[in-house]
């Protein structure tokens, strides 16, 4: 049992009398147990998703690769290592993941996406619950979609994320520390809660608990595309890779259609013929392939055989430079591969100017803007604040360069950019450089 359900089972039993009596009634169960109807389940929630449309789906093992624009994922105090490599390359991919994890085994996956979990003996709150100093009262730090309608978060032991980069804090204590904080990573979203406590039964009744739940969810659904809630808790083993591509936030309903065409085509590999029905099938081929060879191979013959049939063209990249290039002069009005490269450029120059791996992704705006104005002085920060939005919500290359990538950047705010990281290239030069080459 972990330390925070612990915890929870004090605050049931410092309830009022008219608490009491439920509690009695319930069922046992284990904790965080998804059908448990006791304090410490998790039947509140799972009937909350159903609720919304989910179909709640436990398991006992799961295949990253099973998962796709359908799912949400939910990593509830995990008692297995989390790989923060594969919650990362499933985020980026366009996977949307709820970990929700006091002291269980996912702070690398959190640091992976820029949060540090820290436990403390008591959070900093503005009050407590009854008074209870392992009870804080986490308040809200910043609006969200996921804060709409929240006032405050009852939390129960927590542990806290102590930095938050790349991401938002949402829910937290006075100090600072945030127990809820949400981002983006590539083309999907994720939302950590360093006290999953949050969501047992007990802790669901305390109506800005039961909001926050909700709001979640919501902000996780893609506009309602998503169906199943993917629910992993406890000791749970994973295997395999993510996907490398499970949904793009700027796709156009053709390209979705296309894609759910392509999904669906997969899926009906699961049925299976019978023998005889697969010799049938495959006699009925054999005969269509006979008669194909007999219809065509006397034309072919009147021309010489060169083999050319059975050369494979494969077309350029589309972030190839030439085909850029050349897709330009062409009149393209779609600029978004340039757009992409010109992006790795200039992050590569602002990682030489911040010391930091990834800047645009790691580092919130108002980090970045603040290390480059360090480094470069005031003319470079500004610079740096003109281009940051417009930079990291580009897509990454390869997805640009996806033949079913439907994001789209013109010809003007392509220039536009394009002289905005000129101004910021020239204001990340050494300043004894800049100065040489004004003199």
Sequence with gaps: MSRAVVIAAAIAVG?????????????????????????NGLSTFTRLASGLGLE??????????????????????PLRTVDPGKVASFVNAGGHVIVADDFGASSD??????????????????????????????????????????????????????????????????????????????????????????????????????????????????????????????????????????????????????????????????WLLTTGAMRGVGLALAALLVAGAILTLPFWRRHQADGRWLRVERPPRKDDLERAVAAADAGSDNFVVPATVLRDLAQAAIARVTGTADPLFTMSEHELVAAVTAARGQ??????????RRLRGLPSRSQAAAPWSGA????????????????????????????????
């Design 15 to 39: 309830l009022g009398a008219a608490a009491a009596p439920a509690h009695a009634q319930a069922e046992p169960g284990g904790d965080y147990d998804p059908s448990s109807r006791a304090w």
């Design 56 to 77: 709640v789906f436990p398991v006992s093992q799961l295949e990253w690769s099973d998962l796709d624009d359908g799912d949400v994922l939910v990593l509830l105090y």
């Design 109 to 270: 996956a959190m640091g992976r996406l820029g949060l540090l979990r820290a436990e403390v003996g008591a959070a900093k709150a503005r009050r407590y619950h009854d008074g209870r100093m392992w009870a804080p009262v986490a308040d809200v730090l910043a609006r969200h979609p996921i804060t709409a309608g929240v006032d405050e978060v009852v939390c129960n032991h927590p542990a806290v994320l102590s930095r938050v980069q790349g991401a938002e804090p949402l829910i937290g204590f006075t100090d600072g520390d945030a127990v809820v904080a949400a981002g983006t990573l590539g083309t999907g979203r994720f939302v950590v809660v360093s006290d999953p406590s949050i969501l047992i039964n007990r802790m669901m009744q305390f109506p800005g608990n039961l909001t926050l739940a909700v709001n979640m969810l919501r902000w996780l659904d893609r506009g309602g595309r998503v169906h199943r809630m993917v629910l992993l808790i406890g000791d749970v083993p994973m295997y395999g890779e993510p996907r490398p591509f499970i949904d793009d936030a700027g796709a156009s309903s053709f390209d979705r259609k296309v894609h759910d065409l392509n999904h669906w085509l997969a899926s009906r590999n699961d």
């Design 379 to 388: 003319v470079a920060g500004t610079a740096m604040g003109r281009v940051y």
């Design 408 to 439: 789209h950047l013109s010809r003007r705010e392509f220039d536009r950019l394009h002289d905005d990281v000129g101004d910021l290239q020239e204001a990340l030069q050494p300043r004894d450089t800049a100065r040489l080459g004004k003199a």
